[in-house]
């Protein structure tokens, strides 16, 4: 058994829920679960693969793989809750992490949440930073791959906080 800190990130974006929403997809791509399977059944190269995983993938290099509108139905309780959980990352870089430690299955792709806070700060985005829960599994050699998705996350709101 291994323990490790994993650093959590919240950041108030100032944007209503709705435009946050939006402004988060628009900087993201989305994984084409059609093209994927294709590319499966068709045991398609590593080099058509990846050149397919890069038209997907959004301005930052990362992409919607899949979200769960966690809100729409726990708000039917009576409580409107306006959350969605991401799951975001990018399929050519999860494999090189793979390569490393099939471990890392378990944190890559990532989860990136987005909710409404109800304070003056607008809706926040919190994620767990990538470099941090891979150094959980204790491969220096993946520290590169943690730096390269911190930095590819945090372009995405550094965009959003742009608008």
Not at 35 to 48: F, G, M, T, Y
Not at 128 to 153: H, M, N, T, Y
Not at 156 to 162: F, G, M, N
Request: glycine share 10%; charged share 20%.
């Amino acid at each position: 058994m291994s323990t490790a800190a994993v650093e959590h990130v919240t950041v108030a974006t100032g944007l209503g829920y709705e435009a946050l929403v939006r402004a988060f997809e628009g900087e993201l791509g989305r994984l084409d679960p059609t093209a994927v399977k294709s590319l499966i059944d068709r045991h398609a190269p590593w080099n058509e693969v990846k050149a397919a995983i890069e038209r997907m993938a959004g301005p930052h290099g990362l992409m919607s793989i899949f979200v769960a509108d966690q809100g729409a139905v726990t708000s039917l309780s009576g409580n409107v809750k306006r959350c969605s959980l991401y799951i975001v990352g990018n399929p050519v870089i999860a494999n090189d992490i793979l390569d490393i430690d099939l471990g890392a299955s378990f944190y890559v792709p990532f989860r990136v949440a987005l909710y409404e806070s109800g304070a003056a700060g607008g809706a926040v985005i919190s994620y767990d930073r990538p470099s941090s829960f891979l150094a959980a599994l204790g491969r220096p050699e993946l520290k590169a791959f943690g730096a390269v998705l911190d930095g590819k996350i945090e372009s995405v709101i550094a965009a959003i906080l742009k608008r």
